[in-house]
């Protein structure tokens, strides 16, 4: 399946100030089968370690001559090791800290070589002791776009159209097809294996019983890599993600995890959580000052899972449930989780939300746009009847140079309200700056 990140690959490929590389992402989002695909296609050769599979390889990590490393591993591997013909990918690498320290010496000892490393778990790992800092370069890979899902189901013309869409309404000959795809969609989700279930066999069941298989490794995950004394309270936080997002207020409420639990007590395991990428933290703005990150209210924050499909999992909604019609209190929170989805590969900055108490009004999302912040509210339907974006307008007019909402409604422009529909999430940043321009 084509993923877009291929082409950052090929230039970290070609650079001539090429570090090796760290590809994060969630736990069975492609990274594997993408570092795999580029020694495929780019390489004469590629050396592959996996430390789950292997975890005597560690011992060649634990000199620092790199010559010897290499030696070792072409040897273990019955594969050369040469450079410009090899690729060399040390997957789970969060398992083999010295492994990863051990990058740095072949940044200063062995430039020429292409080393590229994955892990499921690199925040985690990355937040520890002895991580090479400047020694690596990053790139991260996220669930499938819903444009990605569209050419993996065959779809090229309608993930063509997108990718060109300008702000005008779009043709019901384009939007109908795209509005069954994106239901499509919040059924598998964008990790690979439940999409190519479905593009391969259209059986829901398969691509059940892959969702299920995906959230079982994320829960075994927390037995296996967590402090033990973190692992109940992060299993207790991720089983009431569906019930803090079931709310109208999302407001993240650790009362919802266990009744009496506090802050200062889950707040470990909830960072584990962040870490591991397995959910995103947004953190509540008192107002939408430049940078961002400057107005969080640490205490305040929603909680939103890494991918739309194992939401819909987790939740145990029935996959037939279209998200606009089928079902009314869980709708909206599928449809912000998965504009979130579209919207952080799209942006510098995690986005945030306002909100205030008396009278009620909140904004799902403000987002960072260059020196823009610009409010952003998202609606599972048709109806786009609310008064936050108007509130929101009212009381910060200066700094609001756009309103943004995504809902079912067809893509236009009307004064400084920008509606786009909901397949078109992926294509959000270049309609804003089309909108602003305008």
């Known amino acids: 399946m084509e993923r877009t990140l291929m082409s950052a690959l090929a230039a970290w490929r070609d650079s001539s100030m090429r570090k090796p590389l760290l590809l994060q992402g969630v736990r069975q989002c492609g990274k594997t089968w993408l570092l795999k695909e580029l020694g495929r296609t780019s390489f004469r050769y590629t050396a592959y370690v996996n430390f789950d599979e292997n975890p005597e390889y560690a011992e060649f990590f634990e000199v620092k001559d790199v010559d010897r490393i290499v030696q070792n591993l072409s040897m273990a591997l019955s594969t050369p090791i040469r450079p410009g013909e090899t690729l060399l990918i040390l997957d789970e690498i969060q398992g083999c800290p010295s ?3 051990a990058l740095k010496y072949f940044r200063e000892n062995a430039p020429e070589l292409h080393i590229a490393a994955a892990g499921s778990l690199l925040g985690i790992a990355v937040a520890g002791s002895g991580f090479p800092v400047g020694q690596v370069d990053f790139l991260h890979l996220p669930p499938m776009s819903f444009t990605e899902f569209l050419r993996a189901n ?6 063509a159209y ?13 939007l109908n097809p795209l509005e069954e795809r994106l239901s499509a969609y919040f059924m598998t989700g964008g990790l690979p294996e439940p999409v190519n279930r479905w593009v391969a066999e259209r059986d829901v ?5 892959a969702l299920s298989g995906i959230v079982r490794a994320y829960e075994l995950d927390f037995a296996k890599h967590a402090k033990s004394t973190d692992f109940p309270k992060i299993s207790l936080i991720w089983n009431s993600l569906p019930s803090q997002l079931s709310r109208e207020n999302k407001k993240f409420l650790y009362q919802t995890v266990k ?3 506090r802050a200062r007590e889950y707040e470990d395991a909830l960072q584990w959580l962040v870490g591991a990428e397995l959910v995103t933290k947004i953190y509540r703005s008192e107002r939408p000052g430049w940078p961002l990150s400057a107005y969080d209210d640490l205490s305040a924050f929603k909680i939103y899972v890494c991918d739309v499909g194992v939401l819909r999992r987790m939740s145990r909604l029935d ?7 089928g079902f009314t209190e869980f709708r909206g929170a599928l449809a912000e989780n998965y504009v979130l989805q579209a919207l952080l590969p799209q942006l510098d900055a995690v986005p945030r939300y306002w909100s205030q108490s008396n009278p009620p009004y909140e904004v799902d999302f403000l987002v960072q746009r260059h ?3 610009l409010p952003v509210e998202v609606k599972s339907g048709t109806s786009v009847r609310s008064r936050s974006l108007t509130v929101y307008a009212e009381k910060f007019p200066g700094q609001t140079l756009l309103r943004v909402r995504f809902s079912q409604q067809n893509l236009r422009l ?10 078109l999430a992926d294509q959000a940043d270049r309609l804003i700056g089309q909108a602003l321009e305008r």
């Open 371 to 373: 020196n823009d912040v």
């Open 319 to 325: 996959p037939g449930a279209d998200p606009g019609k």
């Open 259 to 261: 009744p009496g639990a």
């Open 162 to 174: 997108c990718e060109q869409v300008s702000i005008e309404p779009v043709p019901e000959a384009f």
């Open 205 to 209: 069941s398969l691509v059940e019983t």
């Open 414 to 423: 009307d004064d400084d309200v920008l509606n786009i529909p909901l397949p």
């Open 154 to 159: 065959g779809d090229e013309n309608l993930a």
């Open 99 to 101: 492994a990863l320290n």
